[in-house]
Every structure is written in structure tokens, then in C-alpha cells.
């Protein structure tokens, strides 16, 4: 996540809809066929392109396709092109704002963006809710409470209210108010901050789709320093996903479905978006005669089979103390951070960490400011708090959540300290919390779906605003050369990046030298390096889909070799930030409206599988480029031949990569290869930033920035539906490959060193909040 600033508006995330996706067992997605998230609604920046990107039929295309079928790595990969959907009309501004209030909710589609996210909901033994509460209240306060309550008889072990079989009219839900109020007012020593509420009319906007909303049946509405009354569209409401401790639903017993209780994940997926210091959240589905819970954490969630209330009432009592309780450690949230609330508004607020000596030390939080949140819960599940210290500066802590096998992101910080281009460490605290300890012991902890996950807070600098938010177009390709020469920096610190993308480059601060005009941020997906290339090959690719090299897409081919992650993947990278500033923006803070929509050329590389994707990355970069699939007009023509001089600059040493990685090829002529290749490494670095540098000379000239001129219009001639590009191999001898459709992945665990190493779904969210 960047640390930036950033206008409490949507987030800077918004420019590309991707996910760090977890690629496990249990799930099994083929990344050609990779789940779209369900519930998003901001629009990512768009760019009219004229042309699409159908082969070019010339006497190279031709010879290098009959080549290909020689080496035998002839497999032609067709795209198909997204249609385009035709304009619907503008809804009438009053008639947008209710629409959340007027539309039904597809509770069908809110389950599979939750599970999509959560991934399966395990079942446990519902024994073991006799342990998760059971030091909130002894059980002789608990039995006396029960003897002096007429909500309980003993003689006929149940509760009085509440019929063993639903009968015709019996209303559950009020019998449940006032069973939940009872024990609330009678053991739960609230003093006013907690109290049930009947939810059933009221609607819970959705924080990650404001489109959509819940209505629980019942919830416990909370005060204090981490909850805050509905503001915005909902203010006015007294209840909402801000300000309640957890949610109930309630029914029949002979009516509850799997899917009945999937759905409580919806609730807790979306208290995590609304309370942005949750550990894990929980929330119970109660019949006339049974509870069941469903818990979620960073590493995922599990759900109980039913626990009878009637046969364990001081069960049923301790669930409703602890998911009502005053402490909000127990209630699974984070008491580092704190909030102070005047009139059920967030006023002020504070988060403690470590400095550089160990020492505790109490940041204050930045309250006009953004702070951003992944919207994913499972997986890294980043939190950025912009915050100031003792002397006003402002500084950005990062909290996440990695597997115990991956290495910290602060392992790299360090290594990069002092390094210009890089973002700085100021200090980090480890072991905040781990996800396997918010689990019962009967949980599986085997299990091919549950990783452990440790979270770490790292205190780190601020800088300027993300590369997307340029004000000039000097400014953007400053930024993005010194970016580059800070990944050469982090690299012979022996650091290699593997997450180039336009999110993870930040301006340098005001009037920033040389250097850091532009840094490059967010080492959680790093890896060590040996020389050129990281010391591990992770069964998926690294990177951001829309910015993952040729070579990263290509992985799954049958006639290629997997090769390590290496710095020319990462260089490759950089083109592609590039080309999503020339095609995604049609000014300063202009984002072009068909980008990513139809034949778009960043459609293709963000919708398209990694086959097709790869495919139609190398067609551009073998015959297209900016002078044929044309930029909007508001780049200068100096950009245009940065990009282009930059693309063929990569041409050959895609080649030469693809060329060395045949299968066929000996082992060692491979090695060999590579090691020619790699040993350019430095005349590779300074070549580029040369390029940038004859780029930024050119936007310095009077008239630099200037827009180009329309072209006139060529005569009209048939343009192809489809895109198609066959894999090939040039007459040198070089070898270029689009990979086949991925097989069927082991039912094998995989090693958590790839769990998110790779990001290839639709959605990752995130957002700003005051």
C-alpha cells in the first residue's frame, strides 16, 4: 500500500482493479479463468484507442510463425475482445442516491464476493463456544442471574420465551431482544454503551459497494473509541456496520440453510471495512432452539455446527456478554488504536508502536487526512494510518498481516535504508497478533486452507502523491526514471522489487532532489536476489497483472521453462506503468474513460488471461507501439518516443529471454545464456534512464509539454473483431511464446512463499477514509 497524500476521496487503488489473489487448494481457480470479484462500482481511468490489436500481417510476422511450427511451439493464442457495453442513460442525481435504499439486495451475489474472498467457511465443533467466553462471567453469576430472571426455567431446562419447536406466530425475534437485553442489563455492566437492537427495517450500507446493503435481524449497537454513528448518506440512521459490537439473524430452526449461514461472513467481511482497527469479527445465526457462529479473521473463517441453548444456557449467556462486551479487545478490536468520539463523531485519535530503540512510543492521527484499507480481508490485508508525531511531521504507519514463512517486508526496509528511489523505515514491530491465536483448539490447523498469519506494524516516511496524480507531464516521467534508478539502488542492496506498478511509485516530497523525484514503494512482495534474479522460483508469478512482464504471463507454457524472477521482469514492468500513464490519462488528473472497457489496449492487458494477455503485450511490443495504437492527444510527442525508443529497446532482450528458456534447450546452454543476457545488467539500467533523460531534456524545451496534433483521418479500411497472435520465434533464432491454458493445479498444499505472489483477479479495493 503507498503512503501517500491523498485527498480524502476515492482511493488511488481505484486506477486499476486488482487483488493480491492466494492461489490454494481448496479454491483451485485456473488464472485463465480467474473470478471476478462481485461487488464493485468505481469506474477504473479509461482511454479511447482507435486501434485494436490485430496481428500485423508483414513478411517477419509471416516467417517467424512458420519458424515457431519448426521448434514445435506453435500455439496460437486468439483474444477475444471484450464488448463493448452500449452507454445506459444517466439515472437523476436523487434517484442515484436512494438506490441503495430502493434496490433488493442480491444476497446471492454478497455471499460469493464474500466467500470469493474468505474462501471456504470450515466447520468446527460447536463445543468448543463453551470455551471462547467462558472467563467473561463465572458460572455461579451466571446461574444466580438465571434463577432471579423468569427468562429461564430450570425445571424445564429452557428458555421461557422461546418454544423448542417454532410455533405459528411466535415471534423469535422479539423473544430474543429481550432475552439479549436481560443479560446485557443484568451481567453486562454496559452503563449505557451497549443495547440490542432490532434491525429488521434498517439497512447497512456496504462500504466496498455502496450499492449494496444488509439488514440483520438484530444488532449490538456500541459506543466508544472505536465505533462512531452513520455518517455521510446514512447520517441520521442510529444504527450501521460503524457502530455495532456484532450482528445477529434469527431463524426458524426447520427453515435454516448452508446458505443461511454463510451469510453471517457478509456481516463480518463488512465490519472489517467499517472499523478499521478489527482483529476478527463474529456474529451468530439463533433458532428457537440453536446458536451457531461464524468467526472471521485475516487467514480466512470458519463457522460452528449448532450448540443447543436450552441444554447449555450458560453457553448461550457468555456468547452474548462477549459479543456485547465493554472491552473492546474482546469484542476483536485493536486497542493500539483508539479514537476519541464527541457526539458519536470521530474527533481525534491516536495508535501506539515502537520507535527505532524498542521504546512505546504514541503517534497522533491524521483526522483531515486518508487512510487506506485493502479492501480484501483475507490475505496481507494492509491497513496505512497516516499519522503525525511530536513535531507535527507526518509520518505513515503500515500495518499488515504475511505468513510465517514469507519474509517481513521490514527484512527488506532495512536493507534499503539510506538508498535514494526507495522508501524509508523509521522502525517496525513484529508479533502484534497471529490469526492461528483468534482460533478454537479444535481447529484444524492442518488444514490446505488455514495459514497462520503474523501481524507486523512498520513506521515509515511520507511522500507526495501516487504516480497517477502527476501535475505535469515532466513531473510523471521524473518520477518514473528516478523510480528506476531506485530499483537499480534496491537491487545491488540485493533486493529485487517484483511488484513494479503505478501504485507502488510515490512522488519525492516537495522540491525533491535528483533521485527522489520519484520512489518506489510497498516490499511485501520482494524477494532476496543472487545478482540479477531472486534466490526462489514461486510456483505462481509476481506482480500486478496489468504490469507483469511476458515472461512472468508465460510461466504455465509446456514449451517454455520457468525461470527465477529477474531484474528485466521488473524493467518490463516499468513499460508497462508507463504505457498505463499514456493510455490511461487524457490530461492532469484526467483519467481516459475507455481504457479499460472493449478493445482498449489496457483492457486487454488488465481483463485478458495470462495467455492472451502476454500475447497481446508481445504483439504490441514486436509491431504496434504508440505511433500505430495512438495515446491520447495530451501527450507530448516527446513521451511518445520515450515510449516508443523504450519498446524496442525491450524487444530483444525479451527475445533473448524467451530464446533461452525452450525446453528443448540444454540446461546448460540455458544457464549460459541467461548469465550473456544478465551480464548487460548495468549498461541495461543506465540505457533506460538515458532514455528518460533525453525525454525530460525534450519537456524542458519551450513548447515541450505541448499536445500533439490530430492526425488526419487514413481512408476507412475493415478492422478485425478479434485479436489474434501467434506465438513465434524471429529468423536469429529467438524464440517468443504465449503460454498454454494452465493445467489443473496439485492438490498438493502449496508453500505460503506464493500465496500472493501474484495478483491477477479483478478487485482488489481499496479506500480512503476521514
Known sequence: MASSNIKPTISRMWTRAQARYEAQPSVQPKLESRPRRAATTVAKPRTRTKATLAPAHTAKTRNLRSQATVLGVSHAASAVVVPRPSPAPAAPKCQERDKAQDAKPDLRAQRRAAIADLHDVITVDGACLR?????IASDRRIKNFLTATS??????????????????????????????KAIIDGLGNANGTRDVVDTRDMKFRHRDDSAEVSTPDMAIRAAGPSFELPRGRDQGQTVAFSNVASVFNVKPEGDVTKEDVDHLAVYNRQLFFWQLNRLFTRSLLLTETHVRLVHCDWSGAYKTTPLNIHADPCTFVCLILGLSSVQERVLGLDTSVQWTVKRGKRVAGTICTVDALGKRVKYKLNMQDSCFVTMLVRGRSTVCWNVKDKDET??????????????????FLEQAKGLEGVVQMFAYEDGRARTKNFRPECFDFNSDDFYDRNMSRVTMARYGASLNQFTSQRQAIS?????????LN????????????????????????????????????????KGPTATIITELPAGTHLYQSISALDTSRASLVTVAHDYLDDLESFFYVLCHLLYGYEGVGSPAQDAFTGTGLLAHWENLPNDDASTTKLSYITHYG????????????????????FRRYLFPLIEDKLKARVVDRDPNERKALLEELHDGLEKHYADIIALFDTAL?????????????????????????????????????????????????????RSSDDLEDVEVSTSKRQRSTT
Open 131 to 135: 470455551d471462547m467466553y467462558k472467563v
Open 151 to 180: 427468562l429461564y426455567d430450570y425445571n424445564a431446562n429452557s428458555w421461557t420465551g422461546l418454544p423448542h419447536a417454532s410455533k405459528g406466530g411466535v415471534d423469535l425475534h422479539s423473544r430474543f431482544v429481550e432475552i439479549f
Open 697 to 749: 531534456e525534450d519537456l524542458q524545451k519551450p513548447g515541450g509539454e505541448g499536445p500533439r496534433q490530430a492526425p488526419i483521418p487514413p481512408p476507412p479500411s475493415p478492422v478485425p473483431s478479434i485479436v489474434s497472435y501467434t506465438s513465434t520465434v524471429s529468423t536469429r533464432d529467438k524464440t517468443t511464446s504465449s503460454p498454454s491454458c494452465r493445467s489443473s493445479p496439485s492438490s498438493a498444499k
Open 490 to 529: 534496491l537491487l545491488k542492496a540485493r533486493v529485487l522489487h517484483r511488484d513494479v506498478s503505478m501504485d507502488n511509485i510515490l512522488f519525492g516530497g516537495e522540491g525533491a532532489a535528483i533521485g527522489n523525484r520519484g520512489v518506489l514503494i510497498d516490499l511485501d512482495m520482494a524477494a532476496v536476489s
Open 626 to 645: 504508440p505511433n500505430l495504437v495512438k495515446p491520447p492527444l495530451f501527450w507530448s510527442s516527446a513521451c511518445i518516443k520515450l515510449c516508443d525508443d
Open 479 to 487: 518520477g518514473l526514471r528516478d523510480a528506476v534508478q531506485g530499483h
Open 394 to 411: 507526518s509520518v505513515l504507519i503500515k500495518d499488515a498481516w504475511r505468513t510465517e514463512s514469507q519474509v517481513p517486508e521490514y527484512t
